[in-house]
């Protein structure tokens, strides 16, 4: 408890709007969060809940023989090497909640393939069972957690026998998350609740128990319209969620499509505003992980929705062949997003000769809440020739303190930034519109024009800056990086991008040498190079190196940055 009460303390002193929501709050000069009653989403009637009494349970399961050889698993941030007899190793105390999370999602399951072997899933579900086959409040019967394990045993019934004892135990699944839908009013919901009915639907359907479908439907389709914006991209701010809900719908509606259910039509509709984000997203070398990336899978395992992705790999290695056809035909065939609808959300994807790139500010400068935003107001993740050049570093951890803290700030992002500062305070919840509007003045400007690719905006106000500016210029294959502050007083003012390529300090700058040619980079002030770690995958670090310009100066400044082939 003092522990918590020091935290508090701290985050107190630390943010400044929060300091002053609580003086606005006293003063009775802003509202607070509105009232709600968790659980209940307020579209849903009491009637909804009552899920009367589960089916007989059909599907088909089989005993299996003890496992006889090893077995390999991947966990979010971890791997683990099984021996039989040894199984009890899962279910240590990791010290990653989203670890743990992960084995009572069975999320290492999907990650084997179809030709998982049935032994070793059998012993593996009876292990857990054993320790928590019965609905509780712990983290094992979360009700993501809960909607994840379903629809992981689900697809694997479908290429393998399940275990004895899985499909009551499946039956059990909806009474246990329909009690706690993690519906937390409108200001505090996130994705969870979608896949909430996600599991709740899928487990209708394969059980035949219409009421759960009915219940898991409803949540799908409202929260959709709450989800996704109007361009189709995803409100939470974070590529590889966007493309994990699009994947999550559109298991959803294979499984209306196979049950020859007349949903399937609205749930394609969900489907294709989704895919066709993707192309806008997806770099010529690969997908650049702005905002956090979900422990749920690594980002590659679903790159078969990619345009152009092989769908016999990674998820799409658990369809049938019908399924990928038709799947292969949604993706190819989804109407591209309009660009203007997008920039208004926040993106920007713009291609110029050898350069590509990916640019991300949130449209109100505050991050998005609730959501999965990095404090990256302006970063670009840039692609030269193929290649990912300047990058997104990601986040390996979730967490409020440390590294997981670190890489959610502005400390790690290819941006401006002044004084050592996030653009934005960190957003709360309980901040009305109105509060969030006067704190952070005029909405950022993100736009594209011909070879140009311009930001503006407010965010560092605290700092005594009334605008900051940032150019990206592209022409004949070289890149400007111009910048500009506006305001008064003394600033420590930082210029940084981030590369997963070999870098090193020459007397004109900095040379990058990448698999398809060699950048140099030159600057009104010296560089300095420190090594990072990017994240690949949630756990999954890799080197890189910060390329940095620190400055002191008086404002108004204005400070230039170029990159050229040689």
């Known amino acids: ?51 009367g009494t589960a089916p007989p349970v059909t599907l088909t399961e089989a005993p299996q023989p003890l496992p006889q050889g090893p077995l390999a698993l991947t966990l979010p941030g971890a791997t683990l090497a099984l021996e039989p007899g040894g199984e009890a190793a899962l279910f240590q105390d990791w010290a990653d909640l989203e670890t743990r999370l992960a084995v009572h999602r069975f999320a290492w399951l999907p990650l084997l393939g179809p030709s998982a072997n049935p032994a070793w899933v059998a012993r593996l579900f009876a292990c857990w069972a054993e320790r928590h086959g019965r609905p ?55 994705n969870h609740l979608a896949n909430n009915g996600r599991g709740l639907y899928l487990i209708g359907l394969a059980l035949g128990w219409e009421r759960c479908a009915k ?38 509606q294979l499984a209306a499509s196979r049950h020859g259910r007349p949903e399937a039509a609205q749930l394609e509709a969900i489907v294709l505003r989704g895919l066709g984000i993707l192309p806008h997203l997806a770099l010529p070398g690969g997908l650049p992980l702005v905002g956090d990336i979900s422990p749920d899978c690594p980002p590659e395992f679903l790159d078969g929705l990619l345009p152009g992705g092989g769908l016999e790999q990674g998820w799409g290695a658990w369809l049938s062949g019908e399924e990928r056809v038709a799947v292969t035909a949604m993706r190819d065939g989804a109407p591209s997003s309009d660009p203007g609808l997008l920039r ?13 790139g990916l640019w991300h500010a949130s449209p109100q400068g505050w991050p ?27 986040r390996g951890a979730y967490g409020e303190t440390g590294e997981a803290a670190r890489y959610r700030s502005a400390e790690v992002h290819g941006l401006l930034q002044v004084d050592g500062a996030d653009p934005y305070p960190p957003n709360r919840p309980y901040y009305d519109a109105d509060f969030r ?29 009334s605008e900051a500016g940032r150019s990206w210029i592209f022409a004949g294959g070289r890149l400007e990086i111009s910048d500009s502050l506006d305001g008064h007083g003394m600033h420590r003012i930082t210029r940084r991008l981030v590369t997963p390529f070999p870098a090193r300090l020459e007397e004109k700058g900095v040379m990058i040498t990448t698999p398809v040619g060699r ?48």
């Open 1 to 51: 408890m003092i522990g918590a009460l020091r935290r508090k303390v701290r985050q107190l002193a630390d943010d400044p709007a929060l300091r002053r929501w609580l003086l606005e709050r006293v003063l009775g000069r802003t509202s607070g969060a509105p009232p709600f009653t968790p659980h209940r989403p307020p579209y849903l009637d009491d009637g909804a809940f009552d899920l």
């Open 437 to 465: 509007r006067r704190l952070g003045r005029a909405a950022p400007c993100l736009a594209k024009a011909g070879d140009v690719v311009k930001l503006s905006h407010q965010g560092f106000r605290a700092q005594g800056v």
């Open 519 to 566: 950048l140099l980079m030159t600057a009104d002030a010296p560089f300095t190079l420190e090594g990072m770690t990017y994240w690949s995958a949630y756990g999954r670090a890799a080197s890189c190196f910060a390329i940095l310009v620190h400055t002191r100066s008086g404002l108004p400044w204005n400070g230039r940055i170029s990159v050229t082939a040689v």
């Open 215 to 252: 219940l898991g439907l409803a949540i799908l389709l409202t929260e959709a319209g709450r989800l996704f914006g109007p361009s189709g991209i995803l409100n939470e701010q974070s590529s590889h969620y966007h493309l994990l809900l699009t994947r999550n719908y559109l298991s959803c």
């Open 136 to 190: 509780d409040e712990s983290w094992a019967w979360h009700p993501y957690t809960a909607a994840e394990r379903a629809a992981n045993l689900l697809d694997y019934s479908r290429h393998h026998p399940l275990p004895p004892g899985a499909g009551a135990l499946l039956a059990a699944h909806p009474p246990a998350i329909a009690a706690r839908l993690e519906y937390f009013g409108q200001h505090y919901t996130g």
């Open 344 to 356: 208004a959300e926040g993106w920007v994807r713009g291609d110029f000769g050898p350069w590509s």
């Open 368 to 394: 998005a809440m609730p959501g999965h935003a990095h404090q990256d107001l302006g970063a670009a993740e840039l692609h030269w020739r193929g290649q990912p050049v300047f990058i997104d570093p990601g």
